[in-house]
């Protein structure tokens, strides 16, 4: 090959090596490939529990699962057919119930639940099959869930951008996609918020860029994102009153804004007609509800000032401002006095626990998911970012009302701030809200450094040796290095692969060997071995679990929607076993199961002890009793031994010491119908911690400090099984 030829080849290659460089060094090609590479990372964490098989987790996916198999039902297989059905229920009265949950009375299903997961569930799974694919209903409800949780990846970038710049959308992306708040309630076999999130984001974003570009078309989009979030999440109040929070803020300071009062109009009337065409809300919530006050009452403001009604231009800003505050404050007064004569929908129980969190009622407390979050648990979720994120909340609300995405930004943070912190739970809230204001926030000092760094530059004194630029640089690097925490310390590297809880008993394990198979083991018994028409009391944390998996019917279930059905269950367990008969015979209960994970010692004769072990992990009804005597107002003192001033059971084992929760040496706590039950003498279990017999060897157990006596058994309810392979889950019939 000729000298020529060979600098021309390398011209070539050269140039080639250029071109590609420019091509892979262009913005979008970054961008796209930094978001493809987070919504990869974050769908295969999500599906990482796929190393157990493919479950439904937790609780709430098993109903929502039946109620796909509902739909697809009363559809003959046909799925608009379903659709159809589920929307003529406003058509049918009486109002049809379904006896396998809260039975004898059942459960309105359609009236009682949001449609939206039946309907994606059984939409993808009607459309695989049309498609030649042979997949399982139950499939498709356990894989679209992270599925479609992980897209939030491309909607909280669109946010981002919207908000600011490409490195916001860029960065809040990574946050939500490594956000272990999101990601907990989002995996394989999760529930429905994996829907509502995604369009939560896409639904702020449409509204954004519907009211920059006075765009009638994205208000529409916009009002349907957030009708999905109707559809499939009960916290769907959230999206629908920030929206009209910020718009009222932003129309307080500037009653002149035409293209906001559109956009709002437009979008809101979308979402309040999805809200009252819902079987579950209807038009009292959409009209009628204290709920619903703050969207209505900005859509009426709106509506006035549109409509020529507006305050005479002649008049001061500042008197149209008192007048759109005493126009809120007489409506909110209609609202409350209408709600209090019983013309309004009052607000629920758990709602009211997050606007109000000190009114709380027993029903809402008694809930784990329901309690108010730590700083620590807070903290341990989002680390550095929260702080960065409500810097960024704080800076933007100084500049709210001069700027309509700002007052959005600091509203978003501190309303979702505020929740959040109400209810444990809403953490999944606070996630996109973290992702996308951390962001805010860290950019903003970025950039004020820069600013401050090129400026000192300028102003530098001739002759002087400070590098302003690298001081600059070095806090610059501190800080990104205090924010890094937020993507280095997320725990989804860690926790990403639990295993279902039905597998592990509700044990919150990361390694497992298959050994609390309880759970699985009973609901397989109950299916081969209980009448099917059988009705089976048990605390309302299993219903879902034992009616959609056996097919057999509860008495209550997670639903917690008949409180008086749910106390009469606490009152039969935690009464004797005469008054536990009586309910029980009135709820038409066959069998009774309960659940405790105990544990036992090997002492040095060889006997082994049981006992309940004081441990958040291991939270059996034995733990949930005092919850249980919350319900019917009675006092947890009389009933577990040390309650009232914190000396519980407790045995010490050389330098280790186990704390246990054990039944008070009190009447009421030996006649407890649950107690009985807990500690049902058995194959497998045979002594007992407390027993008294055990005061025979040396004066008592040694190390054990706790009560002593010996529980009677049962005579009205026959143990028929015991869970493999540790007996947790007891099995017990109605004698008679």
Same mark, same amino acid.
């Given at each position: 090959? !000729?000298?020529?030829?060979?600098?021309?080849?390398? &011209?070539?290659?050269?140039?080639?090596?250029?071109?590609?460089?420019?091509?892979?060094?262009?913005?979008?090609?970054?961008?796209?490939?930094?978001?493809?590479?987070?919504?990869?990372?974050?769908?295969?964490?999500?599906?990482?529990?796929?190393?157990?098989?493919?479950?439904?987790?937790?609780?709430?996916?098993?109903?929502?699962?039946?109620?796909?198999?509902?739909?697809?039902? $009363?559809?003959?297989? #046909?799925?608009?057919?379903?659709?159809?059905?589920?929307?003529?229920?406003?058509?049918? *009265?009486?109002?049809? /119930?379904?006896?396998?949950?809260?039975?004898?009375?059942?459960?309105?299903?359609?009236?009682?639940?949001?449609?939206?997961?039946?309907?994606?569930?059984?939409?993808?799974?009607? @459309?695989? *099959?049309?498609?030649?694919?042979?997949?399982?209903?139950?499939?498709?409800?356990?894989?679209?869930?992270?599925?479609?949780?992980?897209?939030?990846?491309?909607?909280?970038?669109?946010?981002?951008?919207?908000?600011?710049?490409?490195?916001?959308?860029?960065?809040?992306?990574?946050?939500?996609?490594?956000?272990?708040?999101?990601?907990?309630?989002?995996?394989?076999?999760?529930?429905? =918020?994996?829907?509502?999130?995604?369009?939560?984001?896409?639904?702020?974003?449409?509204? @954004?860029?519907?009211?920059?570009?006075?765009?009638?078309? @994205?208000?529409?989009?916009?009002?349907?994102?957030?009708?999905?979030?109707?559809?499939?999440?009960?916290?769907?109040?959230?999206?629908?009153?920030?929206?009209?929070?910020?718009? @009222?803020?932003?129309?307080?300071?500037?009653?002149? +804004?035409?293209?906001?009062?559109?956009?709002?109009?437009?979008?809101?009337?979308?979402?309040?007609?999805?809200?009252?065409?819902?079987?579950?809300?209807?038009?009292?919530?959409?009209?009628?509800?204290?709920?619903?006050?703050?969207?209505?009452?900005?859509?009426?403001?709106?509506?006035?000032?549109?409509?020529?009604?507006?305050?005479?231009?002649?008049? $001061?800003?500042?008197?149209?401002?008192?007048?759109?505050?005493?126009?809120?404050?007489?409506?909110?007064?209609?609202?409350?006095?209408?709600?209090?004569?019983?013309?309004?929908?009052?607000?629920?129980?758990?709602?009211?626990?997050?606007?109000?969190?000190?009114?709380?009622?027993?029903?809402?407390?008694?809930?784990?998911?329901?309690?108010?979050?730590?700083?620590?648990?807070?903290? +341990?979720?989002?680390?550095?970012?929260?702080?960065?994120?409500?810097?960024?909340?704080?800076?933007?609300?100084?500049?709210?009302?001069?700027?309509?995405? #700002?007052?959005?930004?600091?509203?978003?943070?501190?309303?979702?701030?505020?929740?959040?912190?109400?209810?444990?739970?809403?953490?999944?809230?606070?996630?996109?809200?973290?992702?996308?204001?951390?962001?805010?926030?860290?950019?903003?000092?970025?950039? /004020?450094?820069?600013?401050?760094?090129?400026?000192?530059?300028? /102003?530098?004194?001739?002759?002087?040796?400070?590098?302003?630029?690298?001081?600059?640089? %070095?806090?610059?690097?501190? %800080?990104?290095?205090?924010?890094?925490?937020?993507?280095?310390?997320?725990?989804?590297?860690?926790?990403? $692969?639990?295993?279902?809880?039905?597998?592990?008993?509700?044990?919150?394990?990361? /390694?497992?060997?298959?050994?609390?198979?309880?759970?699985?083991?009973?609901?397989?018994?109950?299916?081969?071995?209980?009448?099917?028409?059988?009705?089976?009391?048990?605390?309302?944390?299993?219903?879902?679990?034992?009616?959609?998996?056996?097919?057999?019917?509860?008495?209550?279930?997670?639903?917690?929607?008949?409180?008086?059905?749910?106390?009469?269950?606490?009152?039969?367990?935690?009464?004797?076993?005469?008054?536990?008969?009586?309910?029980?015979? =009135?709820?038409?209960?066959?069998?009774?199961?309960?659940?405790?994970?105990?544990?036992?010692?090997?002492?040095?004769?060889?006997?082994?002890?049981?006992?309940?072990?004081?441990?958040?992990?291991?939270?059996?009804?034995?733990?949930?009793?005092?919850?249980?005597?919350?319900?019917?107002?009675?006092?947890?003192?009389?009933?577990?031994?040390?309650?009232?001033?914190?000396?519980?059971?407790?045995?010490?084992?050389?330098?280790?010491?186990?704390?246990?929760?054990?039944?008070? *040496?009190?009447?009421?706590?030996?006649?407890?119908?649950?107690?009985?039950?807990?500690?049902?003498?058995?194959?497998?279990?045979?002594?007992?911690?407390?027993?008294?017999?055990?005061?025979?060897?040396?004066?008592?157990? &040694?190390?054990?400090?706790?009560?002593?006596?010996?529980?009677?058994?049962? =005579?009205?309810?026959?143990?028929?099984?015991? !869970?493999?392979? #540790?007996?947790?889950?007891?099995?017990?019939?109605?004698?008679?």
């Amino acid at each position: 090959m !000729s000298t020529s030829r060979a600098a021309e080849l390398l &011209q070539k290659a050269a140039t080639y090596t250029i071109k590609a460089l420019e091509f892979f060094g262009d913005a979008r090609i970054v961008t796209a490939v930094i978001l493809l590479t987070a919504f990869t990372i974050t769908l295969l964490a999500r599906l990482t529990p796929m190393h157990w098989g493919v479950y439904l987790n937790e609780f709430d996916p098993y109903y929502e699962y039946y109620l796909s198999e509902q739909l697809l039902q $009363h559809g003959n297989g #046909n799925y608009f057919s379903g659709v159809a059905w589920w929307y003529h229920w406003w058509l049918e *009265n009486p109002k049809p /119930r379904d006896t396998l949950f809260w039975s004898p009375e059942g459960r309105d299903l359609r009236g009682s639940s949001q449609p939206g997961p039946a309907f994606f569930g059984a939409g993808i799974y009607s @459309l695989l *099959n049309a498609l030649g694919f042979q997949v399982s209903l139950y499939d498709v409800h356990a894989f679209f869930v992270p599925i479609a949780a992980s897209f939030a990846v491309f909607t909280a970038y669109l946010l981002g951008k919207e908000l600011k710049d490409n490195r916001i959308g860029v960065l809040s992306a990574v946050l939500i996609a490594l956000s272990w708040a999101y990601m907990y309630r989002t995996n394989l076999g999760a529930k429905h =918020e994996a829907i509502a999130i995604p369009f939560m984001l896409l639904g702020f974003y449409l509204f @954004l860029k519907a009211y920059k570009k006075n765009s009638i078309l @994205l208000s529409v989009l916009a009002g349907l994102s957030l009708g999905i979030v109707v559809l499939s999440w009960g916290a769907y109040l959230y999206p629908w009153n920030l929206l009209a929070l910020v718009t @009222l803020y932003w129309l307080f300071f500037h009653p002149g +804004d035409t293209a906001l009062e559109k956009t709002y109009l437009v979008t809101n009337i979308i979402i309040t007609v999805f809200v009252a065409t819902t079987p579950r809300f209807g038009p009292t919530t959409a009209f009628l509800s204290l709920t619903g006050f703050l969207p209505l009452a900005t859509t009426l403001i709106a509506i006035l000032l549109l409509t020529g009604l507006r305050v005479p231009s002649q008049l $001061h800003l500042r008197q149209n401002k008192k007048i759109i505050a005493l126009f809120i404050v007489a409506l909110l007064a209609l609202f409350i006095a209408g709600t209090y004569i019983g013309i309004f929908r009052g607000i629920a129980g758990r709602i009211l626990a997050v606007v109000m969190p000190l009114a709380r009622e027993a029903g809402v407390t008694t809930v784990a998911e329901h309690q108010v979050p730590t700083w620590n648990q807070v903290f +341990d979720d989002f680390q550095t970012s929260i702080l960065f994120a409500l810097f960024a909340g704080y800076i933007y609300f100084t500049r709210s009302s001069e700027d309509f995405t #700002n007052a959005f930004t600091s509203l978003f943070i501190f309303t979702a701030a505020y929740f959040s912190a109400s209810i444990v739970r809403l953490l999944l809230l606070l996630s996109p809200a973290v992702a996308v204001t951390a962001s805010l926030g860290l950019m903003e000092i970025l950039d /004020r450094l820069a600013d401050a760094g090129t400026t000192l530059e300028r /102003r530098r004194i001739k002759g002087s040796q400070t590098n302003y630029r690298l001081v600059i640089l %070095l806090v610059a690097i501190i %800080l990104v290095l205090v924010f890094s925490p937020s993507i280095l310390a997320s725990k989804i590297p860690l926790n990403s $692969h639990q295993p279902p809880l039905i597998l592990t008993s509700s044990v919150p394990v990361v /390694r497992y060997n298959y050994e609390y198979m309880d759970w699985m083991s009973a609901l397989n018994w109950i299916s081969e071995n209980v009448p099917r028409d059988a009705t089976i009391a048990t605390w309302w944390d299993y219903g879902y679990w034992i009616s959609v998996n056996t097919g057999r019917k509860t008495t209550c279930d997670n639903a917690t929607i008949d409180t008086k059905q749910i106390q009469k269950i606490a009152t039969a367990f935690m009464s004797d076993e005469a008054t536990a008969l009586q309910i029980f015979r =009135e709820l038409n209960v066959t069998y009774v199961v309960i659940f405790e994970p105990l544990q036992s010692l090997q002492l040095s004769n060889g006997i082994q002890v049981w006992f309940t072990m004081m441990h958040p992990a291991l939270g059996g009804d034995m733990a949930k009793s005092p919850q249980m005597l919350k319900w019917i107002g009675r006092d947890p003192k009389d009933y577990i031994y040390g309650y009232n001033n914190g000396t519980f059971a407790y045995i010490q084992q050389g330098s280790y010491t186990i704390y246990m929760i054990l039944p008070a *040496n009190t009447p009421q706590a030996l006649n407890a119908t649950l107690y009985k039950m807990i500690y049902a003498r058995n194959i497998k279990q045979q002594v007992f911690i407390f027993d008294s017999f055990l005061q025979m060897f040396g004066g008592g157990l &040694q190390g054990y400090h706790g009560p002593t006596y010996n529980i009677p058994q049962l =005579e009205h309810f026959e143990l028929v099984y015991v !869970s493999e392979p #540790n007996g947790w889950v007891k099995i017990f019939k109605v004698k008679g």
